[in-house]
């Protein structure tokens, strides 16, 4: 089979190669890639997280099963899966409560294992999760972490039906599920965001940067947000923060603009805010999530051929992306 081999850090010795295709193990699946989505954990393993080793890297795929291991019961050959992109052990104490995302021994594929940026993946068969038929390869390849990412982050706030939920950086990856999940949940979104095409996607209102301070003002009715997602990092952190009213939760789970804040303390305990961290996703999590997928939609910007992988790479990094960035293999 064809597939991109990173041998060591940087884009230049990113080369697509023929290896052999994998032989999967009892409890395995073969999945044929059929879409792969970009994030920036996969720039991250190409230019700046150590390789150790050969590694084929993309953490979000998706694709159709080929072939199942003698002991896999639920999934057949011709099954439709997105993958749930993180090995877990099943036995820490982290497992053993549900929060796989967590596991003392965990890791993303991609950093720890291969990733999807191949012709074919050997994953767990816990991993691969059958999608709905009504569901494309697009959209199942950007819910491992675009999509999940955002999930777990609303369970983390906790967000409830009427709150305000404020989004920053609405039209990135995970911004866009960030408003769809929101909506489901009966949240009232305020997307900031220059792009309007964020109100195809749950946004109940679109507001520059510049302003964002004196629109929430106006929209709550001075309350302020009960929640702001942030997945920008140091650049706009102040500003998510400023925006949370009395009792409000702030989530955070990127950092692409830095990874250094500073926390106002006396607005900490004086409104009484919540800062919350998030990671990921759990595997019941994204069960759900998948089961909910018929109701999802994504923005794909630019779609490139796998033998153009690396034009798609320069492409996520554009400043003037409008959308996700993915491969297709179909």
């Given amino acids: 089979m064809k597939a991109w081999?990173?041998?060591?850090?940087?884009?230049?010795?990113?080369?697509?190669?023929?290896?052999?295709?994998?032989?999967?193990?009892?409890?395995?699946?073969?999945?044929?890639?059929?879409?792969?989505?970009?994030n920036p954990i996969d720039s991250m393993v190409i230019d700046l997280i150590p390789v150790k080793s050969e590694i084929i890297p993309c953490a979000e795929f998706a694709g159709e099963i080929e072939d199942v291991g003698k002991n896999v019961?639920?999934?057949?050959?011709?099954?439709?899966?997105?993958?749930?992109?993180?090995y877990f052990d099943g036995t820490c104490s982290y497992c053993l409560s549900g929060e796989e995302m967590l596991c003392d021994n965990g890791y993303?594929?991609?950093?720890?294992?291969?990733?999807?940026?191949?012709?074919?993946?050997?994953?767990?068969?816990?991993?691969?999760?059958?999608?709905?038929?009504?569901?494309?390869?697009?959209?199942?390849?950007?819910?491992?972490?675009?999509?999940?990412?955002?999930?777990?982050?609303?369970d983390r706030a906790n967000v409830k039906k009427d709150e305000f939920?404020?989004?920053?950086?609405?039209?990135?990856?995970?911004?866009?599920?960030?408003?769809?999940f929101a909506k489901m949940r009966g949240a009232k979104t305020i997307a900031i965001s220059s792009?309007?095409?964020?109100?195809?996607?749950?946004?109940?209102?679109?507001?520059?940067?510049?302003?964002?301070v004196e629109e929430v003002k106006k929209i709550t009715n001075s309350s302020m947000a009960n929640i702001v997602i942030d997945s920008i990092g140091e650049k706009l952190w102040d500003l998510g923060y400023s925006l949370l009213g009395k009792n409000g939760r702030m989530v955070a789970f990127g950092t692409e603009t830095g990874s250094n804040a500073k926390i106002d303390i006396?607005?900490?305990?004086?409104?009484?805010?919540?800062?919350?961290?998030?990671?990921?996703?759990?595997?019941?999590?994204?069960?759900?999530?998948?089961?909910?997928?018929?109701?999802?939609?994504?923005?794909?910007?630019?779609?490139?051929?796998?033998?153009?992988?690396?034009?798609?790479?320069?492409?996520?990094?554009n400043k003037e992306k409008n959308g996700r960035v993915m491969i297709s293999l179909q």
């Fill in 266 to 317: 006396s607005q900490l305990y004086s409104k009484q805010l919540s800062v919350l961290g998030s990671t990921g996703g759990s595997l019941k999590q994204f069960s759900e999530m998948v089961d909910k997928s018929n109701n999802l939609n994504v923005k794909v910007w630019k779609k490139f051929n796998f033998q153009d992988a690396k034009e798609a790479f320069e492409e996520n990094n």
């Fill in 73 to 86: 019961k639920e999934l057949k050959k011709g099954d439709k899966v997105s993958v749930y992109n993180r």
């Fill in 195 to 212: 792009k309007d095409w964020v109100k195809d996607y749950g946004a109940d209102y679109v507001i520059g940067y510049e302003n964002a």
């Fill in 165 to 180: 939920v404020v989004v920053v950086g609405a039209s990135g990856n995970t911004g866009i599920f960030a408003l769809q």
């Fill in 108 to 154: 993303i594929f991609s950093i720890g294992s291969n990733g999807g940026l191949a012709e074919y993946a050997a994953v767990n068969q816990k991993n691969a999760i059958k999608i709905p038929d009504s569901v494309g390869f697009e959209l199942a390849a950007s819910l491992p972490v675009a999509a999940l990412t955002s999930y777990n982050a609303l």
């Fill in 5 to 38: 081999v990173l041998s060591k850090n940087g884009i230049d010795n990113l080369n697509l190669k023929e290896i052999e295709k994998p032989k999967i193990k009892p409890e395995e699946v073969l999945i044929k890639i059929k879409a792969i989505g970009l």
